[in-house]
């Protein structure tokens, strides 16, 4: 049988285990208690964060904003980003301007929802900036792009990897930097094609074959506007273009005169004057309608002034009655009413009745003729009043 004395040790012992067991317990609640609060807290933190900071693996236009704020994803993504692209030298390269804000924080605060989780997440995600993207297939596809170019029965193919040295986008827009040599090319058909100043044979009426040369009349290939059609076709894939929308003409209307017309331009419409001869023809679809041998051109001895000058013209338009006004040779001034006025140059001559003229001799011209222009007897002047066409070509020859 246990002694009092032992079994008074053996229930002090329990007693010390069951204070230890009873610490431990409550120690394990407490600290059970303060992980539980701290792993709540720490949630509570990381979900306040995740609220207003990207997630730790977070790319937009090639920027990190791992753990940022939208601002401040904003504020980096505007001073390291790239914004540009550049063709130069058939290569396509990514630049920064500095000068062009890349994006706004309203663009990305779109992308912070996009990646948005209750808790930050190791997941990545990399946006990536579309038209941008776009930008740099659409710059290949124009240093690569062919266009037909089709003008006075030739084709031009002209290819942008030759006569582009460098194009960009940049703030939205497409821009060619460099097109010195898409102008020196335009400027080299203009040179082979232009009728503007040009000479070559011509037979008139009197069946005598003479050189003329175009001044007002004839056209040439508006390079600005050529060019720019041709710049808009490579950055839109435009396979062809008519170069006779692209085309110009000298004197009083801008509107090219001859392009795709028969004997030299000239057509088969036209009006002929002979100095020497002081007579003119008309002539309708080749045809000779009217002829005067007896009409007076500009004054001719005396000084080169007032004389008809040569070349081919055009008719630059008809008017009926008119009243003509210039300067005498003394100073005067001079108005002139005339029934029918048909101007072919920008200095004033054309065509029209002389009612005050009482010398019509093949020789009134050399001392007493006009004062440019060319002058038609009254009973005559309305058979060249009603075949003369607007546009049609004035050749004057000596």
Known sequence: MESRKNLRKRTNRNN??????????????????VIHNNRVASEAKARKFATSHFNPNVTIYGVKVGNLTVNKATEKINEKANNTVNLVNDKVILK???????????????????????????????????????????????????????????????????????????????????????????????KEVSTLHKSYKFKVPDGKTITVKNESYGWGVNVKKAQAAIEKAFMDGTKEIDGKDYI??????????????????IGKNYVVVSIKKQAMWVVRNGKTVVHLNDVVTGTYNGGKGNR????????????????????????????????????????????????????WSKTAYLKGGSHGCVNIRPSEVHSVWSNVIKDEAVIVYN
């Open 308 to 359: 008809t000058p040569i070349g081919v013209w055009y008719i630059q338009y008809k008017e009926s009655p008119s009243t003509l006004r210039g300067t005498n040779d003394d100073g005067s001034s001079y108005a002139s009413k005339v029934q029918y006025w048909m101007p072919f140059t920008l200095s004033g001559c054309g065509f029209h009745d002389a009612s005050w003229r009482s010398d």
């Open 96 to 190: 920064r301007n500095p000068q062009i804000q890349t994006i706004t924080t309203n663009e990305v605060k779109d992308y912070f929802n996009k990646q948005h989780t209750d808790t930050p997440n190791n997941k990545s995600y990399n946006y990536s900036w579309k038209e941008l993207d776009t930008a740099q297939n659409r710059l290949k596809k124009i240093n690569s792009a062919v266009v037909n170019y089709k003008l006075d029965g030739k084709n031009y193919k002209l290819k942008a990897d030759d006569l582009i040295d460098e194009a960009s986008y940049q703030d939205g827009k497409y821009k060619f930097e460099n097109v010195d040599k898409l102008t020196k090319k335009l400027d080299q058909i203009d």
């Open 248 to 265: 110009y003409g000298l004197g009083y209307s801008t509107y090219a005169h001859g392009y795709d017309k028969s004997n030299n331009g």
């Open 16 to 33: 010390i285990y069951l204070i230890i067991a009873g610490i431990i317990i409550v120690l394990g609640v407490i600290f059970g208690i």
